[in-house]
């Protein structure tokens, strides 16, 4: 921090000086106020330590002018007694604080630390502002919604740190998407952002993918390989699905993570990586550890920080944006504009999208590859559970009743969940997102059996 002092006593400048300097801060003073007012114009410091009283320029006649010819340094004002009401003054038209002379060194540097932590906080603010308004992420994420916009301000703050992620949410929500703007936003934003997807991939080629293998470690290694880990040294990697990850392999991530260390299939010597890790899972990864399915201190590995992104049915603020953010996409693969009509808009916005972002991308999709030039109306849809003839879907007793419509969707989707799991209430509660507690309560409400 780079410290200005402008005092005509050339004593106090001289013991401040020493006092700041011994503090570990750069520290130029100047007695005159016209040379001192050109110099904090021309250099670069984060806060003047001004005197109140001074010949030809005042203190706040300095503040005035300083501020009006674009200075942005903390101004912290010194007064001596009979001077509080100028200091007061020049508080209210922009200063830091003040010091009343004389001051005892301790409170000095407390005042000074004090402002540097107030601009360090401010120049965080600033870049997290920046980081959240960039093209970068603006392109990635749509967040429309105040529950969307206060996920991707704490994604921000997170993506600083190399702290490990857990990404939860139901499939479709867009957790890969979120997990690159961690990237985009991190540190690490210039090197490499690798995902996997731990459930697409067969066990027995999963350890090779992900930390790869030497030369003769079983048929047909004819060859060293690196793994995912190595290949993304320095950036991300994604481990998507990672409730799907074989016990066997969960015993190995944990130590990768534990140590940053990898060992080839094979290999008989680790490799140090420098990987930021996260995580991302439509399962409910507690009721998982409770079945014993995945190990609980894996578990508390992964669940540092996590970020929940909920469906789509729950932040519909999002729909309009959404759509038009794939309509431009669509335009831009297709090669003709893609418009939808308001009543279209009306529809889809009132649409459970079931599949949420995922689905939502490819209905707009498939309506304007069919649908020719024309704008999209509500029947170039095909919505699955609802009508797509310009109509929105009306409750049961045929009208609007919110609570009627949340019912009547929470039955559908306990109904599938059920259907999907076989009759398993605890997975089916796990696909939900819900706790078994939670299911239980809501067949006894709805009376849907199973």
């Known amino acids: 921090m780079r410290l200005f002092i402008v005092d005509d006593d050339a004593d106090l400048r001289q013991s401040l000086t020493v006092l700041l300097r011994e503090s570990g801060y750069e520290v130029a003073a100047e007695a005159d106020p016209e040379e001192a007012l050109r110099r904090a114009l021309a250099e670069d410091f984060d806060l003047i330590l001004c005197d109140v009283r001074m010949p030809r320029l005042d203190g706040l006649a300095f503040l005035r002018r300083y501020r009006a010819e674009g200075g942005s340094a903390l101004l912290l004002m010194m007064s001596a007694y009979g001077a509080e009401d100028a200091a007061l003054e020049a508080m209210r038209e922009g200063a830091y604080d003040y010091l009343r002379k004389p001051f005892r060194p301790d409170e000095v540097i407390l005042t000074v630390r004090k402002a540097e932590e107030r601009e360090r906080l401010r120049h965080e603010v600033e870049t997290l502002r920046s980081t959240i308004g960039s093209g970068a992420v603006r392109d990635l994420v749509v967040a429309e919604s105040k529950v969307m916009r206060d996920l991707l301000e704490l994604a921000s703050r997170v993506a600083r740190h190399n702290t490990t992620v857990l990404i939860t949410g139901e499939s479709g929500t867009g957790k890969e998407v979120l997990a690159k703007a961690i990237h985009r936003m991190s540190p690490r934003q210039e090197l490499n952002f690798t995902a996997i997807n731990c459930a697409a991939i067969p066990e027995h080629l999963l350890e090779s993918e992900l930390f790869g293998h030497a030369k003769g470690a079983f048929t047909g290694a004819i060859a060293d390989r690196m793994g995912l880990f190595e290949a993304a040294h320095g950036g991300t ?214």
């Open 237 to 450: 990697l994604l481990l998507d699905e990672i409730g799907d990850l074989p016990l066997g392999l969960q015993a190995k991530l944990l130590r990768v993570l534990e140590e940053g260390e990898v060992r080839r299939v094979g290999g008989r010597e680790g490799k140090k990586v420098d990987v930021r890790v996260i995580a991302a899972t439509a399962k409910a990864l507690d009721q998982a550890v409770e079945r014993g399915e995945f190990r609980p201190d894996l578990y508390y590995r992964l669940d540092v920080v996590r970020l929940h992104v909920p469906p789509l049915r729950e932040r519909r603020e999002d729909i309009p944006a959404l759509l038009a953010y794939f309509a431009r996409q669509a335009a831009q693969r297709i090669g003709h504009a893609v418009s939808i009509t308001p009543q279209a808009l009306t529809v889809l916005t009132d649409h459970a999208w079931p599949g949420n972002v995922r689905e939502l991308r490819n209905a707009v999709e498939r309506a304007a590859v069919l649908a020719g030039a024309k704008p999209l109306e509500a029947s170039d849809f095909s919505l699955a559970g609802g009508h797509a003839n310009g109509t929105p879907k009306l409750s049961p007793n045929g009208s609007y009743d919110l609570r009627a419509r949340v019912e009547e969707v929470e039955r559908a989707l306990i109904s599938r969940a059920l259907e999907a799991s076989k009759g398993n209430r605890r997975e089916a509660a796990g696909l939900l997102g819900i706790s078994l507690r939670t299911l239980f309560y809501k067949l006894r409400r709805t009376q849907v059996t199973s």
